[in-house]
């Protein structure tokens, strides 16, 4: 039936030309099939020569004649060009799209993903990130927890129901292979629209809703950055960042660091991507000169924005110049909206937001009718020395322009600046949601908003209790020394936990022995069905170096308190860790409790559902759910390298998993005895000498 059912094909699209209002194709089906075809692509390429921007245009020097002659990519050929931020190197993209095609449906459609790995040497799976998977576990697409990977030339078919509604994302779930370019945005409409607050803020056609999928980009592939980071020097400066072999140093990379004076940036950064458009400093020392996404507006109107956060490491604030944001949704789960000034989105987590325009009248004198769109790192020093950093600049942010119909010149760039939170006086502060610190320098005049603080707008949403009988608490501790939870460093299994356990090969955790000084380990926790259960996540003791936006996945929790370290009022810089955690014994924090005896107050009053959440350096978050969707849920820091790493853990909520269908692919270690080598040599002999 072709009102019941439609395939989708994503294909190729234009990557090049001035990208105007980001919207994607919604399928209305009860079942929308999607084709991914997972391959390699050369990022600034056309054919065998190297692209670049000139005034709007796309070139590159055609080396088949002598002298090389300067020649326009033809018009035809753009969508064959992945632009990024001009600098050259090889990536991993579905359907030769950056970020890749946006799957957009109505809750509870079953969508089906053909997932075809036609990378040459890269194993590969999907994770439908914020997706319940409920009845369906072995769909997840968590590599060796739910699935064994896809192979090369191999394919895998996911089928799901897509629930729960809201701004979603989907991307690669094998090693490092997220940053390299597989992720996008999974979409789901709520099935009733008059109760969807994107409906009642910019209507139901979708004209006036844009997408805004966010990738700090870098000019390595991620496994090379992986070995670089673990290697001698916490990954030495290369001769592209002034040092290494053939440089003039042989420095560490001087990490960069946030106001709190933690650790943000662990390897050299190369751009911020908005839809796959920016610009970098290329070997020449000329900026690139890419086209940007392109916002356009019209005055007197509301426009909202589904921001997806398909960072490696970073996170990124978000702000529009002369216009502030209103703040209504988190993980696809609607708040009561929030109005600031700018938005701290971390790995892992999705925000909607709307942007009500100027008149006019407005748009014209505060900015000629064009306005940067932010998106800018939090570094604010690097190196231990914290060192002074260059904000609002190429080097350390990305752009988009949001440009209001009828502008004079659409080729002439914003000239608008940043809000001077300083000039606006102590009674109207600037407002920023989602700080991974608690305050900011008081200089800076801006106060900052937590996940916390935000209200569920679904009323009947009732907090999870926690009665006496069947329920847990469990301190978790996501931090370094050694990297890991609770000091153990996940090892994952030979074959998924989900269906194949007695194949997993489990190296078990001592418990004695990793809480004392660290172990190697499958760290899985397991509940009972229906349990009632309060995970503190922590980030605490000697290794609480950085942040970590923690991901769940099958659930969405409930945020009920975000603790943060100590900090000088005045400069904002971390003092101590937070006072509200006992470190029990000598285990640094392995075995953690309230210093009170219980917790301090948390918020029962409508609390904020999420599916990942930033546990800020020296803090914690207290999140409750109640365990109903039986099976192994991988749950882990969202940052690439910290994952693989081995900063995770195995959610096991007992019950009756949904087992997986017929012929669900199977793997594992194998090995075989000397005897039946010989065995098989001596049959050999027997028929062929």
């Given at each position: ?385 914290f060192a002074s950093y260059q904000p609002h600049t190429f080097h350390n942010e990305g752009r988009a322009i949001l440009r209001y119909t009828g502008v004079a010149d659409p080729q002439r760039e914003p000239q608008t600046q940043p809000a001077n939170c300083s000039a606006r006086g102590t009674a109207r502060p600037c407002l920023v949601l989602g700080c991974p610190f608690s305050v900011f320098p008081a200089a800076w005049n801006t106060k900052c908003i937590f996940p916390d603080q935000l209200r569920n707008s679904n009323a009947s949403d009732s907090v999870v209790e926690y009665p006496p009988a069947q329920t847990q608490e ?159 849920w991988h749950m882990h820091c969202h940052m690439a390298h910290h994952l693989f790493y081995g900063m995770s853990a195995v959610l096991h909520v007992e019950g009756d998993a949904s087992p997986p269908p017929p012929n669900y692919p199977k793997c594992g270690s194998f090995d075989t005895s000397n005897e039946f080598i010989h065995h098989s040599l001596r049959r050999y002999n027997s028929h062929f000498l």
């Amino acid at each position: 039936n072709p009102h019941t059912h439609m395939r989708c094909l994503a294909v190729w699209g234009v990557l090049w030309g001035l990208l105007a209002a980001v919207h994607s194709e919604l399928c209305r089906s009860s079942v929308c099939e999607y084709d991914f075809q997972v391959g390699n692509a050369d990022i600034a390429a056309y054919n065998l020569f190297l692209t670049y921007a000139k005034n709007g245009t796309l070139f590159y020097l055609n080396h088949y004649v002598d002298p090389p002659v300067e020649t326009r990519v033809p018009d035809d050929q753009l969508k064959y060009v992945i632009a990024a931020d001009g600098y050259y190197r090889v990536a991993s993209v579905v359907n030769h799209q950056l970020p890749g095609p946006t799957i957009e449906v109505m809750q509870g459609t079953l969508v089906v993903v053909k997932v075809t790995n036609n990378m040459a040497n890269s194993a590969t799976t999907m994770h439908w990130h914020g997706m319940y998977q409920r009845g369906t576990p072995w769909m997840d697409g968590a590599s060796q927890i739910t699935q064994c990977a896809i192979l090369p030339q191999s394919s895998f078919t996911y089928r799901f129901v897509a629930d729960p509604p809201g701004t979603h994302a989907w991307h690669a779930h094998h090693g490092v292979e997220r940053p390299d370019g597989l992720f996008g945005a999974l979409i789901v409409h709520p099935l009733q629209p008059e109760r969807d607050k994107r409906v009642q803020l910019c209507g139901k056609d979708g004209n006036r809703t844009f997408e805004l999928t966010l990738s700090d980009w870098y000019h390595d592939q991620s496994e090379d950055m992986y070995w670089k980071r673990i290697g001698p020097g916490f990954y030495y400066n290369d001769v592209q960042h002034g040092g290494g072999p053939g440089g003039t140093t042989t420095t560490w990379y001087n990490w960069t660091r946030s106001i709190d004076h933690r650790l943000i940036g662990e390897t050299p950064f190369g751009s911020a991507l908005i839809n796959g458009r920016g610009r970098t400093l290329l070997p020449n020392g000329q900026m690139s000169q890419n086209n940007l996404t392109v916002y356009d507006v019209t005055a007197n109107s509301t426009f909202c924005f589904r921001a997806v956060a398909g960072m490696m490491e970073k996170g990124f604030r978000v702000a529009v110049d002369g216009h502030t944001l209103l703040v209504y949704a988190s993980d696809g789960h609607d708040v009561d909206p929030v109005e600031v000034d700018a938005l701290i989105i971390h790995p892992g987590e999705t925000y909607d937001f709307a942007v009500r325009t100027l008149s006019a009248a407005q748009s014209q004198q505060q900015g000629q009718g064009q306005f940067w769109l932010r998106v800018s790192t939090l570094a604010t020093g690097t190196g231990w020395t914290f060192a002074s950093y260059q904000p609002h600049t190429f080097h350390n942010e990305g752009r988009a322009i949001l440009r209001y119909t009828g502008v004079a010149d659409p080729q002439r760039e914003p000239q608008t600046q940043p809000a001077n939170c300083s000039a606006r006086g102590t009674a109207r502060p600037c407002l920023v949601l989602g700080c991974p610190f608690s305050v900011f320098p008081a200089a800076w005049n801006t106060k900052c908003i937590f996940p916390d603080q935000l209200r569920n707008s679904n009323a009947s949403d009732s907090v999870v209790e926690y009665p006496p009988a069947q329920t847990q608490e469990i301190f978790l501790n996501f931090q370094y020394a050694p990297i890991g939870v609770n000091r153990r460093t996940f090892v994952p299994p030979a074959a998924p936990l989900l269906t194949q356990l007695e194949d997993s090969d489990l190296l078990p955790c001592n418990d004695t022995l990793c809480d004392a000084q660290g172990c190697n380990c499958t760290h899985i926790v397991s509940v009972p069905f229906n349990t009632s259960l309060q995970l503190v996540f922590l980030n605490v003791g000697s290794g609480q170096y950085g942040m970590h936006p923690v991901h769940l996945h099958g659930y969405a929790f409930q945020v009920l308190r975000v603790g943060h370290a100590v900090a000088n009022v005045t400069t904002a810089q971390q003092i101590n860790q937070t006072a509200d955690i006992e470190c029990v014994g000598d285990t640094d924090c392995a075995v953690a409790r309230w210093a009170g005896g219980s917790p301090p107050p948390l918020n029962l009053d409508r609390p904020p559902r999420k599916d990942t959440v930033l546990v800020p350096p020296g803090g914690y978050v207290v999140v409750r759910l109640l365990a109903l969707n039986p099976g192994y849920w991988h749950m882990h820091c969202h940052m690439a390298h910290h994952l693989f790493y081995g900063m995770s853990a195995v959610l096991h909520v007992e019950g009756d998993a949904s087992p997986p269908p017929p012929n669900y692919p199977k793997c594992g270690s194998f090995d075989t005895s000397n005897e039946f080598i010989h065995h098989s040599l001596r049959r050999y002999n027997s028929h062929f000498l």
